[in-house]
């Protein structure tokens, strides 16, 4: 009995020994058992669940996106590029972020994402009309990430986002 008792606290407290077995070996050590695909299946990046995730504005001619990073690895990342990009009724608009975001190991951030855009009439008026008949865009993200001596980009795609707000 004893046995399984021991296994099952190792089973949910996996994390928390991973970190503080880092404050006695190195994390370079432990960051050799890591491939970049399974660092890549740890991060997550994914628009706001609720309220609006991105906004477009035909006169102010700009964008907003607010994203979540979760970061599920024991390894500290950094975001140093962030793109998204908003696709629908063929209509590509993108915002990018620069400065670089750290994200702790094993948390979550809100980032917030606004760049100046180019919406022609006809395009604005195209998104209007697709959101009424419940054609919905999809966004598309893209990070450059930077996990120790490990450089990769991370790429995915959300289809048929709902709350996006196109104002005129």
Not at 11 to 28: E, P, T, Y
Not at 79 to 85: D, H, I, M, S
Not at 100 to 116: R, V
Request: charged content about 25%.
């Amino acid at each position: 009995m004893d046995g399984a008792v021991i296994s099952s606290w190792l089973a949910k407290h996996w994390w928390q020994l991973i970190r503080n077995l880092g404050k006695f070996v190195s994390m370079d050590w432990l960051k050799r058992f890591y491939s970049e695909e399974r660092i890549k299946g740890e991060i997550d990046i994914r628009t706001k669940a609720t309220d609006a995730c991105m906004t477009c504005s035909y006169y102010s001619q700009e964008a907003m996106c607010w994203l979540e990073v979760t970061n599920r690895s024991p390894f500290e990342i950094k975001l140093e590029k962030l793109q998204v990009k908003f696709l629908g009724n063929g209509l590509n608009i993108g915002i990018e972020k620069f400065s670089p975001e750290i994200i702790p190991p094993a948390s979550n951030m809100e980032i917030f994402l606004q760049g100046s855009i180019s919406i022609l009439e006809k395009n604005y008026k195209l998104i209007q009309e697709s959101i009424s008949k419940n054609s919905y865009p999809r966004i598309q993200i893209e990070a450059y990430i930077i996990c120790g001596k490990k450089e990769f980009l991370w790429k995915k795609t959300h289809n048929n986002i709902r709350n996006v707000e196109v104002n005129g």
